[in-house]
């Protein structure tokens, strides 16, 4: 079992839930959510500097996340041994890698965690870091798609709302609600969230905290954003992954969305127990992709949705 999926196989009604709601899709509305999908990931502003974790002259640089020019420049101060190429440098024979090279692949994960969480508390402080939450997430790499099984550590774990700032790929997992009769049950954001708010967003979603499997993430969302109880949770398997990346309010936005399809229960009916969803609704397919095209949709949301129908790009998109 992988950590992003749930025991055992899809069943039966899981699969035909959401058969059942594509089934009902025009090919057109086929095109439109699949359309719509792909606006979830862009290209990054050709200013933008590359934040790369360096070593010594025998370490190749890993990535670490993307940079807003002026940010790039607040970190070179904050950061103790690090400093900005503003052209391209020879490393290791076809590398090159311009950007803020911060040298601390020496450093332990947590002393290197602790360093760079001081800076972006150092930032909060100017107003700089929105939606603190107290939480932090997990970097494991650049390129990790699904965070590992086999217990390494992370290269360095920091505040969740630091990870716009610093343009570092996260995780979050994303489940679509289908019901038997093809109709998809949707969140509203509360007006008080840090991102999209007051948007339709899936059923359950929310970020991957630092040392907790997306599976149990995935369960504990769903029953504090919808109330769903762990027996309720047994239609909900996996289903893929898919890469966002775009430019917000509080960065760079990149991030890897673990995808869930669930057949909700007969009867049940969500209801929100953390203050986090402002109202849910209960969708056609046309009423979906309606709202979809109208913008009322996160576009994290639209992305799994596609994904969850086998619609969605997979996990090779999401920016540079």
Same mark, same amino acid.
């Given at each position: 079992?992988?950590?992003?999926?749930?025991?055992?196989?899809?069943?039966?009604?899981?699969?035909?839930?959401?058969?059942?709601?594509?089934?009902?899709?025009?090919?057109?509305?086929?095109?439109?959510?699949?359309?719509?999908?792909?606006?979830?990931?862009?290209?990054?502003?050709?200013?933008?500097?590359?934040?790369?974790?360096?070593?010594?002259?025998?370490?190749?640089?890993?990535?670490? *996340?993307? @940079?807003?020019?002026? $940010?790039? =420049?607040?970190?070179?101060?904050?950061? #103790?041994?690090?400093?900005?190429?503003? %052209? &391209?440098?020879?490393?290791?024979?076809?590398?090159?890698?311009?950007?803020?090279?911060?040298?601390?692949?020496?450093?332990?994960?947590?002393?290197?965690?602790?360093?760079?969480?001081?800076?972006?508390?150092?930032?909060?402080?100017?107003?700089?870091?929105?939606?603190?939450?107290?939480?932090?997430?997990?970097?494991?790499?650049?390129?990790?798609?699904?965070?590992?099984?086999?217990?390494?550590?992370?290269?360095?774990?920091?505040?969740?709302?630091?990870?716009?700032?610093?343009?570092?790929?996260?995780?979050?997992?994303?489940?679509?609600?289908?019901?038997?009769? *093809?109709? @998809?049950?949707?969140? $509203?954001? =509360?007006?008080?969230?840090?991102?999209? #708010?007051?948007?339709?967003?899936?059923? %359950? &979603?929310?970020?991957?905290?630092?040392?907790?499997?997306?599976?149990?993430?995935?369960?504990?969302?769903?029953?504090?954003?919808?109330?769903?109880?762990?027996?309720?949770?047994?239609?909900?398997?996996?289903?893929?992954?898919?890469?966002?990346?775009?430019?917000?309010?509080?960065?760079?936005?990149?991030?890897?969305?673990?995808?869930?399809?669930?057949?909700?229960?007969?009867?049940?009916?969500?209801?929100?127990?953390?203050?986090?969803?402002?109202?849910?609704?209960?969708?056609?397919?046309?009423?979906?992709?309606?709202?979809?095209?109208?913008?009322?949709?996160?576009?994290?949301?639209?992305?799994?949705?596609?994904?969850?129908?086998?619609?969605?790009?997979?996990?090779?998109?999401?920016?540079?």
């Amino acid at each position: 079992m992988t950590s992003g999926a749930a025991p055992g196989h899809p069943t039966t009604s899981s699969a035909a839930f959401s058969a059942a709601f594509s089934a009902a899709l025009s090919a057109t509305e086929r095109r439109q959510l699949a359309d719509a999908a792909a606006q979830a990931n862009s290209t990054p502003p050709a200013d933008m500097r590359i934040f790369w974790l360096a070593g010594n002259a025998e370490q190749q640089p890993l990535r670490l *996340g993307l @940079l807003q020019p002026e $940010r790039a =420049a607040l970190l070179a101060e904050l950061l #103790p041994h690090n400093e900005i190429h503003e %052209t &391209a440098i020879h490393i290791f024979g076809d590398t090159h890698a311009s950007g803020l090279h911060w040298h601390a692949q020496h450093l332990s994960p947590v002393d290197r965690s602790a360093r760079l969480q001081a800076a972006l508390q150092a930032c909060h402080a100017r107003g700089l870091v929105h939606g603190w939450r107290d939480e932090a997430f997990a970097f494991w790499g650049h390129d990790c798609l699904m965070p590992p099984e086999d217990g390494r550590p992370p290269l360095l774990a920091v505040e969740r709302a630091g990870f716009r700032f610093l343009g570092m790929r996260s995780h979050a997992v994303h489940i679509n609600g289908f019901t038997a009769d *093809g109709r @998809l049950w949707c969140g $509203r954001r =509360a007006r008080t969230k840090a991102t999209d #708010p007051g948007q339709l967003d899936n059923v %359950t &979603a929310g970020g991957l905290p630092a040392g907790e499997a997306p599976w149990h993430c995935a369960q504990r969302e769903l029953l504090e954003e919808a109330g769903a109880l762990p027996a309720d949770t047994q239609a909900l398997h996996a289903h893929g992954l898919i890469r966002t990346a775009r430019v917000d309010a509080g960065g760079w936005h990149d991030e890897t969305l673990l995808v869930y399809n669930w057949a909700c229960p007969a009867g049940w009916t969500p209801r929100n127990q953390d203050g986090e969803v402002a109202e849910f609704l209960c969708l056609t397919p046309a009423q979906t992709v309606s709202r979809i095209l109208e913008g009322e949709f996160t576009r994290d949301a639209v992305a799994s949705l596609a994904q969850g129908l086998g619609l969605g790009t997979g996990p090779g998109t999401g920016g540079p």
